[in-house]
Every structure is written in structure tokens, then in C-alpha cells.
């Protein structure tokens, strides 16, 4: 039996062992703390299968100035991290020219197409087709003119295929009573599911592939280690080396130093991203809502309403600044009127973001013996079970219904 080993277990490296254990690979997977938190417990929770706009792209124009000098706005980077922000920076300027953005947006759709058949093909298996609810999402507008500066990322989406229709605002008071009577304009995006909690289907998952015989290593990844051509390897901090015949690297935010250990160049970053879950106010909303203008969002959770959002770049080791979880209360307050903020928790969780806002998905050019996912940003858990498919084609020597090129670790070379 082959045998593969998964660094990461989080949403797309559990995924990653699911999708082997089904085409018969033998899994072992490597973490430094399986019951630890992680991007893939805490994050709003949306199949966000309608989002293929680049960041580049939303980013463009002098809104993301104005976001920067507002402390606790949509956007920020502390100050002792800028340094450091420098290449991802750079290169993030390099794909913001527009003969960048259609590639990256059908290179994002091609995934998203897929992702919710693929993830309720997951959830079936792991008991949880109850966990997913299809309603759609709604995007409200507090002004027309914030709409149609919108308009042409509709657009973008449209001539991407994908489907959404507009909102009036006596729908909009049928379809979510619980909003505050201050929207303009909506538009519905009906592919769009959100789940009833994250965790538990990390949780779940993780139990699911163990039932299957993944045998588990707590310990902490320092390096790949090419073994000949006949295997490959990750040494732990503790000296313990673990082979398989395959190795992925599935570390979410933290992939980029692993791979930099054969040599091969990701640009990756920590956009850092805040939330508060409400625990008794879960009914306030039908479906998720993200509010245009302020670049957040509440979904509906099992758990409660998860209110949450921005885009922080600290570096991987600074604290959390949970200010900017109440900013994001505070905005809600106004629009969600009478919240019941008791039991509220608070959570800061790192996105894997790469500057062209593709993940990283295929085989190393150092090694076939080493594959990669990461780099989901926004959409780890949408894109994670397809991630995990496709990376079972290439594990079973088949091409895969998507062309993998335009996620491969190679396009950095030439950031
Ligand atoms: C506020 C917020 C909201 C979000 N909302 C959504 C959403 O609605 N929909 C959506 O699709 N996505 C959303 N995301 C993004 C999504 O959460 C992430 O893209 C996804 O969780 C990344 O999963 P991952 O498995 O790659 O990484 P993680 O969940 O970070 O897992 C990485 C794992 O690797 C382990 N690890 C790292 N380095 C090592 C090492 N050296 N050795 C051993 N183990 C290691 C860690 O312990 C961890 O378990 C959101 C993110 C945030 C922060």
C-alpha cells in the first residue's frame, strides 16, 4: 500500500488525507498540536463559491489608503512587520495589472465551480450532509453609489458564470428581517452555502480519517528532506524522521518556510482575521450577509452569529489585537439592531494569503515525491475538498479534470 505523509492538519491537510485514504494510500499526518486552534476552527464558515475577484483587483483605486489610515478599518499592517511584508508587497503590485486579473479570476472559478459538489461529496462521507445549508448569500449596500462602484466585480463574477440577481429593498425586509432598515440594494447569490460550525467538521474529519487508520505524529515540521527518488521525508523538531512514498505540505500559513527547506519559493502571508461569535443570537439572520461598504460579514451558525472580518498583516507570531474584533461588533450593532452579545467570544485566525490569490496546488519542481496545498486565503474551506481531489489525481499518476498550472509553486520564480 502507498504510503503518503500530510504536514497539516487543518481543513485542507485532513481533506488531503481523506481524499487518499479513498484511492487506498496508507496516511500519516504530522502536526504540532492536533487539538490546537487554527484558520480552519474559527472562520466565518461560507462555501464562498461566487468569489473569484483577486485581491489585486478588489484593492484597486485609493480605497485601500483610505481603509490603511482608519485604525481599526478593513486593512492594516503593523509597522514592525512592513519590512518584512516587502517581496509579497512587490509582488502583489506586479499582479495588479489588469492583464493579470482575468487569468487569476477563471483560475479561482475553475476551483469554485467545482467546490460545493465536491464538498458535499465530504460531507457525505463523513456523516454531515446536515451541516450545510443552501441558502445563498445576500450582499447588502447601504448606498446606491457603493453599488455601482460594485458593479463591475458583478461583472467580473458574471462573465466568470457566475449566477446572482438583485435585491430590492422590500425583498431584502422578507428575506432578513433582522437587518436594520438601511439598505439600498442587495443582490443574492444563490450557489453560495454556508456550514453549521467550522470546528466540527474539523473535528469530525479528523476522527473520520483516523477511523480509516491515519496514524497521527504531534510534532513539529522543520524540514523536507528529498530521500533519492524513491521516497521523501519531514524531519520534526525532536530529530524523529517520518518517510512515506509521498509527502504534502498542508501547514496553512506556516507552508512557505517548509518548502523553502528543498529550496522552492512561496510567497505566502498571515492575513490575520478577527471575529466575534454571539452564542444567543444565532437566529438573527437566514443565510450569511456581507455588508459591502465595511467588508464584513455575520453567518448563522449552529454556534451562534459569527461576526467577522479585516485583513491584518502582523507576521505569524504577534499577538492578537482584539480591538479590531469589537470594531467589527460595533459596526454590527448598528446594522443587526439588539444583539444579545452575552457568552460573546472573540478569535483572531491566520489566512495562508498569496499575493495572486491562488493557492498553491500540485507536485514540487524539485520532486515529484513532494506535493503542496496551501495558500486557500479567503477560501481554504470552499476550495478544500476539491484541493484534496485533485491532489488524489495527481497522487494516483492521473491528470485531473482541472489543469493545475496556474496554481503551481513555479509562478513565484518569476515574482
Ligand atoms: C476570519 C476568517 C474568516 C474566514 N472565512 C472563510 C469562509 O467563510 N470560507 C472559506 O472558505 N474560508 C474562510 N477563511 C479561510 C480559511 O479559514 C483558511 O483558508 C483555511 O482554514 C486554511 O486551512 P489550512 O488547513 O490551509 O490551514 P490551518 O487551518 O491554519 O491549518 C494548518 C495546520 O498546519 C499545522 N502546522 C503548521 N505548521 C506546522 C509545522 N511546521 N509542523 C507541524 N504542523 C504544522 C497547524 O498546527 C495547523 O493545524 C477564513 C479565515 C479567517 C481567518
Given amino acids: 500500500m502507498p504510503h503518503l505523509v500530510v504536514v497539516g492538519a487543518g481543513i485542507v491537510g485532513l481533506s488531503t488525507a481523506w481524499s487518499a485514504q479513498r484511492r487506498g494510500w496508507k496516511v500519516t499526518l504530522v502536526d504540532r498540536d492536533f487539538e490546537g486552534d487554527r484558520a480552519s476552527h474559527g472562520n466565518a464558515g461560507g462555501i464562498a463559491v461566487t468569489e473569484c475577484v483577486p485581491l489585486s483587483l478588489a484593492g484597486m483605486g485609493l480605497k485601500p489608503l483610505r481603509w490603511l489610515l482608519d485604525p ?12 518584512g511584508l516587502f517581496s509579497w508587497s512587490r509582488a502583489l503590485y506586479k499582479v495588479s495589472e489588469p492583464k493579470n486579473f482575468a487569468r487569476i479570476g477563471d483560475a479561482l472559478a475553475a476551483l469554485n465551480r467545482r467546490a460545493l459538489p465536491d464538498f458535499e461529496t465530504l460531507l457525505a462521507d463523513i456523516g ?23 458593479k463591475s466585480s458583478w461583472q467580473f463574477k458574471k462573465d466568470r458564470g457566475v449566477r446572482f440577481r438583485l435585491v430590492g429593498v422590500d425583498e431584502l425586509r422578507e428575506l432578513e428581517p433582522g437587518l436594520a432598515p438601511i439598505f439600498q440594494q442587495a443582490v443574492m447569490a444563490e450557489d453560495w452555502a454556508h456550514i453549521n460550525d467550522p470546528k466540527r467538521i474539523v473535528d469530525v474529519l479528523r476522527q473520520h480519517v ?9 510534532g513539529e515540521a522543520v524540514s523536507l528532506l528529498l530521500d533519492g527518488r ?11 524522521t517520518v518517510r512515506g512514498d509521498k509527502v504534502i505540505v498542508a501547514a496553512g500559513a506556516w507552508s512557505a518556510r517548509l518548502a523553502k527547506t528543498i529550496g522552492e519559493r512561496a510567497l505566502l502571508e498571515s492575513e490575520r482575521g478577527y471575529n466575534t461569535t454571539l452564542p444567543h443570537s444565532a437566529t438573527r439572520l437566514n443565510r450569511e450577509v456581507i ?43 448598528r ?30 519542481f524539485k520532486s515529484d515525491r513532494v506535493l503542496y496545498a496551501f495558500g486557500h486565503g479567503h477560501l481554504g474551506l470552499t476550495q478544500a475538498a476539491t484541493t484534496a481531489l485533485l491532489l488524489g489525481d495527481l497522487l494516483e499518476g492521473r491528470r485531473p479534470p482541472v489543469d493545475l498550472t496556474p496554481y503551481s509553486i513555479k509562478r513565484f520564480k518569476g515574482l
Fill in 72 to 83: 481599526l478599518g478593513p486593512l492594516a499592517i503593523r509597522p514592525v512587520h512592513a519590512l
Fill in 128 to 150: 454531515l450532509t446536515a451541516d450545510l445549508h443552501k441558502r445563498g448569500a445576500l450582499t447588502v449596500y447601504e448606498t446606491r453609489k457603493a453599488f455601482e462602484e460594485d
Fill in 335 to 364: 446594522y443587526l439592531p439588539s444583539l444579545d452579545e452575552h457568552d460573546a467570544q472573540q478569535w483572531m485566525g491566520n489566512r495562508p494569503t498569496t499575493p495572486d490569490s491562488l493557492p498553491v496546488i500540485g507536485t514540487s
Fill in 291 to 333: 455588508f459591502a461598504e465595511r467588508m464584513f460579514v455575520a453567518t448563522p451558525l449552529s454556534i451562534g452569529l459569527r461576526i467577522g472580518g479585516a485583513a491584518e498583516f502582523a507576521g505569524l507570531d504577534a499577538p492578537a489585537n482584539y480591538k479590531r474584533s469589537e470594531a467589527l461588533l460595533e459596526l454590527a450593532r
Fill in 230 to 240: 524513491d521516497a521523501a521525508a519531514v524531519q520534526l523538531g525532536d530529530g524523529q
Fill in 210 to 218: 483516523q477511523a480509516q487508520g491515519a496514524e497521527f505524529i504531534s
